[in-house]
């Protein structure tokens, strides 16, 4: 999923003629890793099934967990950058993850659950914060009219991770059938034992390269509900297109590998399903390629609407029908995912003026979709049927194509609202 991209209006200045390559490298190394260890989470909430023997609300919350850490420390990790500063912030975060990812050791040995859940948390905390803490470098590491090149350049590695991660969890994760609860526990404690000492390794790495250091000038105000970015109608209604968006896309990859083990859908084996796992993120990491080349022809509304049309349709053709038709149709939803949050996100902020900053937090935030809506299908899913539940994410789709058709218009932008808040590169 496209997390953490910078608005536009935010990008800073640098000063000409530095080479900023060694630092763009560790940005973009960063969105890798953020998208692998989040697309892990797909082959974790069908092991902990089986597992630990749970129904899908139970397993889903994984995806709770880890998403709602968003929510939870979004606020605060802003404080934080502001108080130690962004590259000791992205240092701070990688350590937590390091934190996070070893907490896995200790909960595979005794097979706690709720260890695992709180480990996700952790895990989730310390992105939280990494994320708020490199979202300016990617538009900062050089000039601004190449500023769009460097943001889909993160984007397209942060796909290749999650398009990769499924199949590299599988292999490690997914052990022969019939394996005791202390073997299916202990597979999991290679990857992400690996993935704690990357997260080590990167946060050494970051100390001693040389980062520019960032300083906002920001329009301090008020953050009464008047004088805020929550005033602008557009910015609420697009914070929750980022909440169903989000909510959608992680809910599809969730609950794909449970699905398709369904008896209607082949009872396919958790190994098999993966693959398709791994192809719904490779049709989402294509189609932000087109997407860079599409969105400088055609308006962010209309792509927003033509995508959400037709992922309503896709899901609307899984609900009703059965087999590879069912199975190729929620795959495919993907692609159209791909543009999804590079057309909300510019167009909530749009007008926002001086509280373009603040409006890019609150949409982060929505990012908690990803806990929420999962659970929701889960519930239904449990109830009448993985195929019925997909109407939670058909719903959500309802709502983009609103929002782009109607909930995307500023109508109650002001002359207050004239000013961008912009970094400063010394």
């Known amino acids: 999923m496209a997390l953490g991209v910078a608005e536009e209006g935010s990008i800073a200045t640098v ?10 490298m560790l940005m973009v190394s960063l969105y890798f890793g953020i998208g692998f260890i ?4 797909d082959i974790l909430v069908p092991h902990f099934k089986d597992l630990f023997h749970l129904n899908n609300v139970a397993a889903l919350l994984v995806q709770f967990c880890f998403f709602g850490a968003y929510f939870v420390m979004s606020l605060p990790s802003g404080w934080i950058v502001g108080r130690i500063g ?3 912030g992205i240092v701070f975060a990688l350590l937590i993850m ?8 200790p909960a595979s040995i005794i097979v706690f659950y709720p260890l695992f ?9 310390g992105l939280a914060l990494l994320q708020v803490a490199i ?13 769009s090149s460097r943001l889909n350049l993160a984007g397209g590695f942060n796909s290749i991770a999650t398009t990769t991660a499924p199949k590299v969890g599988a292999a490690f994760i997914f052990i022969a059938a019939g394996a005791s609860a202390t073997e299916l526990a202990r597979s999991v404690r290679m990857p992400y034992v690996l993935l704690a000492t990357c997260a080590f390794a990167m946060a050494i790495v970051t100390a001693f390269v040389s980062l520019p250091n960032l300083i906002e000038n920001s329009d301090r105000t008020s953050n009464s509900y008047g004088n805020s970015a929550w005033r602008f109608k557009h910015l609420r209604l697009g914070a929750l297109a980022i909440f169903f968006y989000v909510g959608a896309e992680v809910a599809i990859g969730s609950i794909m590998i449970n699905f398709l083990g369904q008896p209607s859908m082949g009872s396919m084996s958790h190994q098999d399903a993966a693959r398709y796992v791994s192809i719904y993120w490779f049709t989402s990491m294509v189609g932000r390629f087109i997407g860079f080349w599409a969105l400088r022809k055609i308006r962010a509304q209309r792509a927003l609407a033509f995508v959400s049309l037709v992922a309503a349709v896709l899901v609307a053709i899984e609900i ?3 087999g590879h038709v069912a199975m190729w149709a929620i795959v495919s939803c993907g692609l159209f995912n791909s543009v999804m949050w590079p057309c909300i996100f510019p167009l909530s902020v749009k007008g926002l003026g001086k509280f373009t900053s603040q409006g890019s937090g609150i949409l982060i935030m929505m990012v908690v979709g990803g806990a929420v809506i999962p659970e929701i299908q889960g519930f239904l899913a449990d109830k009448f049927g993985y195929q019925r539940s997909f109407a939670t994410v058909l719903l959500c789709y309802v709502y983009i194509l609103f929002f782009a058709l109607r909930g995307h218009r500023n109508t109650n932008a002001t002359g207050t609202a004239n000013s961008l808040n912009r970094g400063v590169i010394q």
Do not use: D, M
């Open 98 to 105: 390091g934190v996070g990812l070893l907490l896995f050791l």
């Open 86 to 88: 962004y590259k000791s």
């Open 135 to 147: 979202n300016p470098y990617v538009g900062a590491l050089g000039s601004p009219e190449t500023a």
């Open 320 to 322: 009703l029908s059965h």
């Open 117 to 125: 859940l709180f480990a996700l948390f952790v895990v989730g905390s």
């Open 38 to 41: 989040t697309a892990l989470n």
């Open 15 to 24: 000063e000409t003629g530095t080479n900023y390559t060694v630092p763009l």
